[in-house]
Structures are given as structure tokens and as C-alpha cells.
């Protein structure tokens, strides 16, 4: 939600609100029975509506809290509403969510697209964003959707890449300027060994693979390829 709300140019004061609602939107879901929330397998119609009242267990408990703003309330109450009104609590469509709700609803479905989840399999950044660019005007705010996705990159912090040397690497950081060019760790060699030491690549500065050629991405990876876990490489 911060760096969403900063690649809008969104003011100080409304950056707080953002990062303090990103932390809070599903702080309901400490009322939800574990055993539904971990449960392995689809959800039967009453155990999806015990977990839509997380969003009224969250409105409840932050109530309780004090200085916690009625704008905040609302980017709560907002995070599963969609444009087509087919969301929750609410059934709010387009205008009626608002712009921060807007925006929370779009970082909720790629974090929740891209965590490990009893019910699915996690997808890579890249997988989750070609997702919400899918879901974008029926589901999700279409300008604010080609937003996002600029603001965290084609390829995310994260992601999986193969390049088009054959090495494998991990997407480190964005460059401003050419969001094709991040910085990656290559952690696999062509052959897909592992190195003994991964080797920190600036695609910007267009340094050489071994065939003479400037590194570039071939290719997104799908999450776990290679039995890699990219978190082990960039937290």
C-alpha cells in the first residue's frame, strides 16, 4: 500500500493512513475459527460466509482501539468490494468504493495470490499480476490495476526470471528508468547447478554473458521452479 500510495503521489499525511490500513485490512480474521481459515480444501457456502465476517470482526475490533480514523474504517471495510458490485460487505460497484479502497482491494488479491494458502497453490509476482490485469474493469479499477503494475515492475521483487543465457535468477530491485532491466542474483548456472556463490547482476549497466551478449530476461519463471524459494535469496 506505501509504495503503491507513493508511485500515485499521494501526500504524507494520506501515506500513513495507507500503510496503517495495509497492516489492518485483515486483522477480523483473528476471529475466524482456525479450522476454517486453515483448511485444506474448498470452503462449504456457510464456512465462506463465516469468513467474509472477518470484515465486520475487523471494523468491530478497530473500534475498539483508539484514534483509529473513520477514513481508515473505510479502506477496511472497502478491501473486498469490486466494481461490478459483486464484492463484499457491502456489494459496492465503481464509484462507491472509493480511490483507497480501490487500491486496497488490488494489493489484497496480490497478496493473497501470491502467499502460500491451504486451499491453492501460491503464484509467482508475475502470475499475480497477469491475474489482476485479467480482472481488471469487472472485478478491479482498470487505471489504477496498469498502476500497479508499473509501480511494482513486469517483474516484481522476487520473481523467478530465466535469462537469456540460461542461468536462473532472482529479481533484487526495480530500476526507475527501464523497469525491464532490475537487478537480479543469478543463482543458477545454464546448466541449472547451483552456484557456490550467486552473482549480482545490473542489468541496466548491460554487462556480458559468457556468449558475449548484453544479460536480458528470457522469461518468468513459475513460484518454486527448480525447487527454489526466492525468499531465502532476497530477505
Known amino acids: 500500500m506505501l509504495l503503491f500510495g507513493r508511485h500515485l503521489g499521494f501526500p504524507r499525511d494520506h501515506m500513513q493512513l495507507l500503510g496503517a490500513a495495509g497492516l489492518l485490512l485483515d486483522v477480523g480474521t483473528a476471529r475466524i475459527p482456525p479450522e476454517i481459515l486453515s483448511k485444506n480444501g474448498r470452503l462449504s457456502a456457510e464456512e465462506y460466509d463465516t469468513i467474509k465476517r472477518h470484515v465486520h470482526l475487523g471494523l468491530e475490533m478497530l473500534r475498539e482501539c483508539k484514534g483509529i480514523s473513520e477514513k481508515l474504517l473505510n479502506i477496511v471495510v472497502c478491501h473486498h468490494e469490486r466494481e461490478d458490485g459483486s464484492g463484499y460487505p457491502r456489494g459496492l460497484r465503481g464509484a462507491e468504493i472509493g480511490v483507497p479502497g480501490k487500491m486496497a482491494a488490488i494489493v489484497d488479491c496480490y497478496d493473497a495470490l501470491t502467499s502460500e494458502r491451504p486451499y491453492a497453490r501460491s503464484f509467482s ?35 523467478l526470471v530465466e535469462l537469456n543465457s540460461g542461468e536462473v535468477a532472482v529479481v533484487l530491485a526495480h530500476n526507475r528508468v527501464r523497469r525491464l532491466k532490475p537487478r537480479v542474483l543469478a543463482i543458477l548456472d545454464p546448466a541449472k547447478q547451483p552456484y557456490g556463490a550467486p552473482v549480482p547482476l545490473d542489468l541496466l549497466t548491460a554487462p556480458k554473458h559468457a556468449g558475449g551478449q548484453p544479460y536480458e530476461i528470457a522469461r518468468a519463471l513459475e513460484h518454486g521452479m527448480y525447487g527454489i524459494d526466492p525468499s531465502d535469496y532476497y530477505l
Do not use: D
Open 125 to 159: 509476482p508475475y502470475e499475480a499480476l497477469q491475474h489482476l490485469y485479467e480482472w481488471r474493469q469487472h472485478l478491479l479499477h482498470t487505471e489504477l490495476v496498469e498502476q500497479f503494475i508499473q509501480c511494482l515492475g513486469i517483474y516484481p521483487v522476487g520473481s
